[in-house]
């Protein structure tokens, strides 16, 4: 007992959730973006350009863009990464809906519950911005996961892609 | 066909779809959302202030959160909407996606295909500012409606309520 309280302290310290900074980059944010779909090389030079661009866009945003990620700490790397944005509706008296995307988390780093410290950190400041939902899109192979975080099925996601 | 060709023109020309517009609040936009779902009553003065600020709010994000509307030129009336915002990512070389929300018609103006205009409205849009594609959630009910506007059925759609 002693000792499990002692390892989940550890991770505890060890796993640091917070919203991203923009020295991210160099601790393997994109690297993990990778891991979910298509990203620029780093090493791109006009990329590290649109980076920063991206990244003081959304920061301008405020409250109704965040980023949240998850260090280790003991290597210096961001292991788990997911955004809500808030979209601002006329409906139920102006109402706001929060929106998560591009969860991932390290398939090296899984089975530790950092994907649910993510969701529940989204879902958290949506909810603490006045939301009245929040939405999830996902595929039926990751329903279950998301159903251990509340979430529930509602409708079907449809999509229209240009390229 | 001669016939055919005057009743379309006539059609084109009675139901415009441009923008929201703030003065639409008195064209029955508000009426015209209560058939999607909740909204307050049009008559109460603190609502009032609310829509105007929410509609300065968004259109403060220019062409990253675009409200459309089809007006019945004959009534004066708000008789079709739908909205499009744009939300900002780091993947696919911090690509963009359309976000398709709240899409309704009048019931009593149905079969005139102006849902598949506000759809076609609000993705033309998303296109044009460089998304890589449009993502518009529904239920089961409603998709062969917008499989007719070129969506296909991709993901599901999970929710979080807090109320």
Redesign the interface.
């Known amino acids: 007992m002693g000792d499990t309280q002692e390892n989940s302290f550890t991770e505890q310290e060890r796993f640091r959730i917070r919203r991203l900074e923009i020295s991210d980059k160099k601790k393997g944010?994109?690297e993990l973006?990778r891991q979910?779909?298509?990203?620029?090389s780093i090493s791109d030079k006009d990329?590290d350009k649109?980076?920063e661009?991206?990244y003081q866009?959304?920061a301008n945003h405020g409250n109704d863009?965040v980023i949240c990620v998850i260090e280790d700490t003991h290597t210096e790397k961001i292991v788990a990464t997911g955004?809500v944005?808030i979209?601002?509706?006329?409906?139920?008296?102006?109402a706001k809906v929060g929106?998560i995307?591009?969860v991932v988390v390290d398939s090296l780093i899984r089975g530790m519950q950092l994907g649910k410290k993510v969701v529940g950190f989204l879902?958290d400041h949506?909810?603490s911005v006045g939301?009245?939902?929040?939405?999830?899109?996902?595929?039926?192979e990751n329903?279950p996961f998301?159903?251990k975080?509340?979430?529930?099925?509602?409708?079907?996601?449809?999509?229209?892609?240009?390229?």
């Not at 601002?88 to 008296?93: E, L, P, Q, S, T």
């Not at 939301?131 to 039926?140: A, G, M, P, Q």
């Open positions: 944010f994109i973006l979910l779909t298509i990203c620029e990329f649109d980076f661009e991206r866009e959304l863009h955004s944005f979209e601002k509706k006329f409906i139920r008296n102006c929106h995307e591009d879902t949506a909810c939301c009245y939902k929040v939405i999830l899109d996902c595929n039926t329903k998301y159903e975080c509340g979430y529930k099925q509602k409708e079907v996601q449809t999509v229209k892609y240009f390229i």
